[in-house]
């Protein structure tokens, strides 16, 4: 029991350490990369205080993190002064708490007596990923909250339109993950990585349909471009916390960041192996110390490269509009995301063919179902949508519906 | 105005063609965009250790000097065009009788509140003895209001700090004593 | 069983009474305090007595609180009881509060200390399936009707209850009753230790979730299929309707200035105005 508890606080301390840092220097890769894709430089100033030392800008996050603790902490009058506060502590609290079940390495061996230990802060949640999408459900409050008790009607509009966004996406989300759990059998992530290392068969490659599907549902899920519409900063200023400063803007901050990180930690363990990798971590629980560290960078370095492509996708494509955003939910990714499973059904349920060699045949099913339904999409339904009302009639009518 | 209404012009959105309704190869199309600028050269100038380029510093219009003649006085008559041209007000000019033979007078004082000037270049061309002109230091600092006050020995220093830098028209285009004397003279 | 407890025989009038049905009394008080705390707290047309209400509320909470059985390990017994205080609080104040979201938000937490106890208890999927199901979606969707409908909530029907008389000792006595019953129940029979035959067939055992699925998909398949039908039929008549109101043309020649007012007016910025 003590044994049990000290691992877990351990576990939970490095865990939170590692998150808080990375998220202070996620901001600073954000925004080197925004630069450097802009033909820009980025900070690249602030080093080691008191000194000429400028370690290529790696003192800015302690400078933006002293920035915002000194910063006054401002209340306007007009805000509903519990629920104001209450709202950034809620989505922070629901995107750390995310970090339970989601493991960061393989398993370490074992340390005096007992088994291997496991780099999840709590092993054997057996439900999962279904704790990850409560958790994630979770995060609508504080972004309904917060938009509704800064009493603006810019953080209203940001507020709602975030959890429409949530709500909606939370469905191509789930279903991209179906086609997972199907594959191996198990909501708990360390299974779905186990299954992957042990088949040597990654999930991108068997259902790339279903990869597509869960990447987007994950940008939209995480807020990031395309899909930042809750705080588009050309219509709604800063959306949700617009009237945000100083500490409670910072908890925002972090809590976004870490929706990032949560994101592209799923795309890693659920579709890129999670730990594994051909040829250099092995596959089974017999490690060594050094094949554990491996793991544990193998692992870091995808969902650095995830974070990395999330940032470059930021760059390229302008944000949609909200109608497009719900039609893309609910017209392509649902569909989209039901094919994949049924395809996944039918690789699982006749898996003696896909056996052995079979797996080719497997892998080239899922890319076949990729592209045919990408071109099947596009000859449907097309995302490009002119929602101008051309008359005077249509106009009013559409007045109606929405008023 | 109503939606139906005859003036109108509607503009149709570009109709995409398969591989655009896909939406996956436009992905990679914007991706590699991005990409290619993520390693491409970079714009910024690192200001303190690296200069900006500045193309033609003759028509940059940074600080104020006020140009000196061959025997080192100040070329400033005194006229006040400057100041009347000033959009800003930020000329001060005190014209006393000139102690030299070939003007009426001169400036006693000049001072130009480099914080008030809005840098139009207005002066420049207003003087009729090329006295006043603009130059191209840009990085112009100071730690009170009253530092950045340029009295006239300021202005002149600034004359000698980037002369050979920028010479004025008269030097630029060759024009000698003689050949004002002789302009005067017609 | 609960039958003899409440008439308990009232004709003996012997002094060791009062000793000899302490449990009984606990229990009575308990139940009219409870009722008297609720009615006093919950929204009425007057403000006065809700800070003796809560007090009163607290009191009555404790003398249930001890009827309970002890779980034997005292980490297990005060995680149950900080998440139990939690839940019943949170719920009461859920009942109690006058702003409606706030109303909302106290009964998002009344969830997540529900979905504690199952947790705490080893239904981790029951606990995930309440945060995800009500407090994720159905919650949710309130607020953002509560939100939009009535943004100052100065409704009067939204802002006092109704009949507190009636709700407030149904509500005491429905605690008092689930007391007794789960008191007496687990102090007669304390839940054997099982074997582990018995634990590997356990909805609770490892590899709970795929105990869980096998179950709903073969002994309560008709359930969950009846369920989603249901789902189903919501969702089109959903649509149906969102499809009805397309088809009309141009209803009450709305003026296209109608939207931004319409919209200006129940955002949420009018709302301290």
Sequence with gaps: MMRLFLEATIKIAILIGGLMTAAAYLVLLERRVAAWVQDRRGPNRVGIPLTKISLFGLGQPLADGLKFIFKEEYTPAHVDRWLYTLAPLSILAAALATFAVIPFGSVIPPIGEGGPIPLVVAPGVDVGMVYVFALSSMAVYGVILGGWASNNKYSFLGGLRSSAQLIAYEIPLSLGILGVVLASGSLRLDTIIDQQAATGVWNILVQPLGFVVFMIAAFAESARLPFDLPEAEQELIGGYHTEYSGMRLLLYLIAEFLHMVTAAFLIAILFLGGWHLWGLTGSGDEITLFTAVLRIVVLTVKVLATIFFMMMVRWSWPRFRFDQLMSLAWKVMLPLGLVNLVAMAFVVEYRQWFAGTGTWAAVALGWVVLIGSSVGMALLAPLSSDNRPRSASEGAARQQIFS | ?186 | MIAPLFAADVASQSPSWVASHAQQIQIALGALLAALALWLILPRASQRGRILGGVLGIVSLGLFAAQFPRLGDWLDDSMFVVLATLTVLAAAAAMTFRNPVYCAIWFALALLGTAGLFFFQGAQFLGVATVVVYAGAILVTFLFVLMLANPKGEAYYDRVSWEAWISAPAAAVMVAVLTVSLSQNVAAAPPAPQSQADLDRNILAPQHMAHLGKHLFSEYLIAVEVAGTLLLVGLVGAVAIVAADKELPGRAGATPASFTTDLGESGAGGRHA
Aim: aromatic share 6%.
């Design chain 2, 1 to 186: 105005m109503k939606a139906d209404d005859p003036n109108i012009k509607w503009i149709e959105e570009p109709q995409l063609g398969l591989t655009g309704r896909m939406y996956l190869p436009l992905i990679v199309q914007g991706l590699t965009t991005t990409t290619k600028h993520l390693f491409g050269p970079k714009v910024t100038v690192s200001f303190p250790e690296e200069r900006p380029l500045i193309e033609n510093p003759l028509i940059y219009r940074g600080v104020h000097r006020l140009n000196k003649d061959e025997q080192g006085r100040v070329k400033c008559v005194a006229c006040f065009l400057c100041a009347t041209a000033c959009p800003a007000h930020c000329i001060d000019i005190i014209g006393v009788e000139s102690p030299w033979p070939d003007r009426e007078k001169y400036p006693e004082s000049f001072t130009i509140d480099e914080l008030r000037c809005i840098f139009c270049g207005m002066c420049e061309e207003a003087c009729p003895v090329d006295a006043i002109e603009l130059t191209s230091l840009f990085d112009l600092t100071g730690r009170s209001r009253e530092e950045m006050i340029f009295d006239k020995e300021k202005l002149l220093s600034v004359y000698d700090q980037t002369k050979d830098a920028e010479p004025m028209p008269s030097v630029r285009l060759g024009i000698t004593p003689a050949h004002r004397g002789m302009e005067g003279q017609h």
